[in-house]
């Protein structure tokens, strides 16, 4: 052969994998030749690599690099395998990309399953490996981003984003309040309207991203009055306008059918008689060459400093109100009266929101002497009478009316009016006394006195402890009398009493009810009042066919009667677990099944107790004492005293 050097293209190659020892694996040779250097070639499947040259005849002998090994390393991730085959000449290995996983931060490979990261890449791979992604939980991140409102213009105003976990960057995005989260963008608004900036903190620190968000409006700079348009920083111009009322505004068009209804509701308040003017204020903007319009609401600021100008024929020498009614939202119908500064220009005022303004006044008076008005008191009062402290009075000062009813007679119901025929608060004091602050014009006062019911029977003391209350059932219709002129105020409540007097008290309902007692007579007085509570559950019979309509009920059974009312009627009584201590010295008597009614009548001040501390709960109900009872009951339902 004789050839010094021979380069040999895929004739000799090296059969090994990573468990064979290197040099030790099989040559292969295809053609002989004599001794001498050629160059070794390593087929692995994809392409041939110079890995060293083989030295003699036959079987080589490898040099150190051809020693490598071709090896395969598996990364686990996400239950995915990413398998790389490493053929390189430093046997060193190449990582993937990291991997991601939501809510994780990946912190390298191991070489155990759950271990620590130990694995990344820097040593010879001198066997198939398999290494495992190591992701780290991130927590819960917080974070927040403000907003402030401000003016058209103003490019002060910046969003301020604040966390304390995530520290990394923050991006900050905007968009309309109303438009979906596609439409963030970077670009800060600047026309008048109201949007929503986003913050997100990237994931920092092991904690995961975070997303805030705030809502704020940018408005228009507007006029300070009427005599003038501004340009505002959106490039519109605005201007104020005050001119008379002629529409009733949408959110006021349920409460005020028309114009006129709704002046007459604001000139009553500004109270100056017929010195008023109700102006509709509002903001207009123009864009461009485009026609005056109502600027949007949301475009202007909650609270609104203007200078209205002077009503025709006065000026900074009046005295002047100004009453404010709001036109939307869940505050429309409500007003506010604005402190009034008198200025060379107009009337400074400071508005939440705008349309319709009320603007009253008083002339300045060329007298020192100010101004009173009458006091109205008929003297023709069936049942009682009622007098002033003053014939006339001058506004803001008090005036008290004394309020005494004829013998016979109970003090019902005391009403003051102003001129509009409104009333004006009264407060009570002692002894029968009212007092109120006179408004500007004259008032009237009315007075209502109730016949004292008791003197329809002989048998009432007018002077005893049960007087008012018997009073109120025989006017109310609760209670009537036993006949013969006589209440009974000391007989005994029977059973038949008891149930007609709560079916009075709930309006004398008419039910469907078979009733089969055979002591009730269907043309008995009774009757259907038994039929009521027998029908609802408030009273049954004894069991033997017999509901026992005369017999008399003792205070227990009398509190059983009045708790299952208020259960069926009021969803009143103890709910769930309840504890209320009884401070009567006779509880031993009351029975288990009357204990719940007395505690709760008692807490509700219903039922009282007796002289010495006791309940007497096996005694004998009384009329004088149902009286009472149904009063106490009847103001407890209603919230009077």
Not at 5 to 18: A, F, G, H, Q, R
Not at 100 to 125: L, M, N
Not at 209 to 214: D, I, K, P, Q, R
Not at 602 to 629: C, H, Q, S, W, Y
Request: proline share 5%; hydrophobic share 35%; glycine share 10%.
């Amino acid at each position: 052969m004789g050839q010094d050097s021979i380069e040999v293209t895929n004739s000799y190659y090296l059969d090994t994998s990573c468990d064979s020892e290197v040099p030790g694996g099989t040559a292969k040779n295809e053609t002989e030749f004599n001794s001498g250097e050629v160059t070794w070639l390593l087929q692995n499947g994809r392409t041939s690599q110079v890995w060293g040259q083989i030295v003699g005849a036959g079987y080589p002998e490898l040099t150190g690099e051809a020693a490598k090994k071709v090896c395969k390393v598996t990364f686990m991730a996400n239950d995915v395998e990413y398998e790389v085959e490493y053929a390189n000449p430093t046997g060193l290995a190449e990582l993937p990309a990291d991997p991601v996983k939501s809510g994780y931060t990946f912190e390298g490979w191991s070489t155990e399953q759950g271990g620590f990261a130990d694995f990344d890449g820097s040593a010879a791979i001198s066997a198939d490996t398999t290494v495992y992604a190591v992701f780290t939980q991130l927590r819960p991140g917080t974070g927040t981003v403000k907003m402030a409102d401000y003016t058209c213009g103003d490019n002060s105003v910046e969003p301020v984003a604040e966390s304390t976990t995530n520290t990394g960057e923050v991006t900050i995005t905007y968009k309309q309040k109303d438009a979906p989260d596609n439409e963030y963008t970077s670009d800060k608004p600047t026309t008048a309207g109201e949007y929503t900036v986003r913050a997100v903190f990237a994931a920092t620190n092991d904690y995961n991203e975070v997303t805030a968000t705030a809502d704020f409006r940018i408005t228009h700079k507007l006029p300070s009055s009427v005599n003038g348009a501004v340009m505002c920083g959106c490039n519109s111009e605005l201007r104020l306008e005050a001119e008379p009322l002629t529409e009733v505004p949408d959110g006021l068009s349920e409460l005020y059918s028309d114009v006129g209804t709704l002046t007459r509701a604001l000139a009553e308040q500004v109270d100056t008689g017929t010195n008023y003017a109700v102006y509709d204020v509002k903001i207009e903007v123009k864009e461009g060459g485009e026609a005056w319009q109502d600027a949007p609401e949301n475009s202007i600021p909650d609270s609104v400093t203007v200078t209205l100008p002077y009503p025709a024929g006065t000026n900074s020498g009046y005295t002047f109100t100004v009453v404010h009614m709001l036109a939307s939202g869940a505050s429309a119908g409500q007003t506010e009266t604005p402190d009034v500064t008198n200025g060379a220009d107009g009337l400074t005022v400071t508005l939440n929101g705008l349309s319709p303004v009320c603007v009253g006044w008083t002339a300045p008076s060329s007298v020192s002497y100010p101004a009173y008005f009458s006091v109205a008191v008929p003297s023709d009062f069936e049942g009682g009478n009622v007098t002033s402290s003053r014939t006339s009075a001058m506004q803001g000062s008090r005036v008290t009316l004394t309020v005494k009813p004829d013998e016979g007679y109970h003090f019902g119901s005391l009403t003051v009016r102003n001129r509009y025929g409104k009333p004006v608060e009264v407060t009570a004091g002692e002894d029968g006394t009212y007092t109120f602050t006179m408004p500007y014009g004259q008032v009237t006062v009315e007075a209502a006195f109730v016949k004292c019911g008791s003197l329809s029977f002989t048998d009432l003391n007018a002077g005893a402890w049960y007087h008012d209350y018997t009073d109120h059932v025989i006017a109310q219709g609760l209670m009537r009398g036993i006949g013969g002129g006589l209440f009974a105020p000391d007989g005994a409540v029977s059973r038949a009493q008891m149930v007609t007097v709560l079916w009075n008290m709930r309006g004398k309902p008419v039910v469907n009810y078979n009733m089969t007692y055979s002591d009730v007579s269907e043309e008995a007085w009774y009757a259907e009042a038994v039929r009521w509570a027998t029908s609802e559950g408030i009273a049954g019979g004894y069991g033997d066919g017999r509901f026992g309509p005369g017999d008399p009920i003792t205070r227990e059974q009398m509190a059983v009667m009045l708790y299952r009312y208020e259960q069926k009627y009021d969803s009143g009584g103890f709910i769930g677990d309840w504890m209320y201590r009884l401070p009567f010295t006779d509880l031993d008597q009351i029975s288990d099944w009357a204990f719940e009614a007395v505690a709760w009548c008692n807490m509700k001040g219903v039922i009282t107790g007796k002289d010495d501390n006791i309940f007497d709960p096996k005694g004998p109900a009384k009329r004088g004492e149902l009286a009472a009872i149904l009063t106490c009951y009847c103001g407890e339902e209603t919230g009077e005293e």
